[in-house]
């Protein structure tokens, strides 16, 4: 006879899942007495990777500086991007890079000493200036040529564009000056407020060959001389541009040239006609010789930069008023109101 008990309960397999298993699941676990978080797919937690700009592109830098509220923001972006420059032109591991890279403002004595603070102490590596100015005070830009001399076993420079004038004076104290295609250097004779120190001495010569061409004339000229001209700024001039020839020529003594240094110092500030004239690389070889190193590495990697710089400012300009410069290390950055009318 059969004996009835309970019935038999039905054993749990393992597909099968109970209502309460799914109750939990479904809810916050807790784990050693603290709520845990939801399980979730990681993968759909990662963020996409925002891409950083390429500035070597120039739709990129479009876009980085069009974006940007202040100039200011992209300085670190400027700099990664010079570095990197340097890097792959491998002939920057061989000096210390510093820049004179301001077309808008005057050499100063104010550049000299970011020159000279961004000369690391017991410097032991060649010096490479990379210069882009118009010129400026002779007594600022003799110091600079002077000081990368001193502090450096080897003081070169490159100039991509423009090194004029006072800029001019301070590549003469260089070993090595490497050109290319577009560069220039010019006559160094001074100016004061944009007219050449030697302009009155001209006039006077220039008064003087009409008077003796036209003898009644010189009464009228006279009594204006009388009036107008101060014969102790005619002296002063005279003086301030025999100290550029001074400084020259203290520049150049440890150099052998094609032609004297007395000469070539006097040439340049007192044979040229105008100052902004254009001693492009051909002249610059006849004048200095083997210091002229033509489309060199050096020259290559100043150029690069210049690119890479007129392109930045053409952006700043356009989209913030504001342009870029630096003069001393790298880092050195100098952010300026854009004037409209700049030379």
């Known amino acids: 006879m059969a004996i009835k008990g309970k019935p038999e309960e039905k054993k749990k397999t393992e597909t099968e899942v109970s209502p309460q298993t799914i109750k939990t699941k479904s809810k916050t676990e807790k784990q050693d007495g603290v709520l845990a978080e939801p399980k979730t797919d990681k993968a759909k937690e990662v963020k996409p990777k ?4 390429d500035l070597d592109k120039f739709g990129d830098l479009v876009n980085l500086v069009a974006k940007a509220k202040e100039v200011k923001d992209l300085k670190p972006m400027f700099y990664k991007h010079l570095l990197k420059i340097l890097n792959r032109n491998t002939v920057s591991n061989l000096y210390h890079v510093l820049f ?10 104010g550049m000299a000493d970011k020159i000279y603070n ?3 102490d017991n410097n032991d590596k060649p010096i490479l200036i990379i210069i882009h100015n118009n010129g400026g005070r002779i007594e600022p830009a003799y110091l600079i040529s002077k000081t990368c001399k001193e502090l450096s076993p080897k003081f070169v420079v490159a100039i991509p564009r423009k090194a004029k004038s006072a800029a001019t004076l301070i590549s003469l104290g260089a070993r090595e000056i490497h050109m290319g295609p577009m560069s220039e250097i010019g006559p160094i004779d001074p100016q004061f407020g944009g007219l050449p120190a030697l302009g009155t001495g001209s006039s006077l010569e220039s008064i ?18 009388k009036d107008k001209l101060d014969l102790r700024i005619l002296g002063y001039f005279e003086r301030v541009s025999e100290s550029a020839k001074q400084y020259a020529i203290r520049l ?18 007192y044979e040229y006609k105008d100052h902004s004239f254009v001693i492009d690389k051909e002249e610059a070889c006849e004048l200095l010789g083997d210091v002229v190193k033509v489309n060199s590495d050096e020259y290559k990697l100043s150029n690069e930069i210049h690119k890479f710089l007129t392109n930045v400012n053409f952006m700043t300009e356009l989209f913030h008023k504001k342009s870029i410069a630096i003069v ?6 100098d952010i300026s109101d854009y004037k409209e009318n700049k030379e």
């Open 50 to 53: 925002v891409k950083e700009p």
């Open 328 to 333: 001393g290390s790298i880092r050195d950055f």
């Open 208 to 225: 003087a060959k009409i008077v003796t061409k036209y003898p009644k004339s010189s009464s009228m000229f006279a009594e204006y001389l």
């Open 118 to 120: 961004a000369i690391p």
């Open 252 to 269: 150049l003594n440890d150099k052998t040239l094609p032609i004297k240094i007395e000469d070539l110092a006097h040439k340049l500030v």
């Open 100 to 109: 004179i890279y301001e077309p808008n403002k005057s050499i100063d004595q």
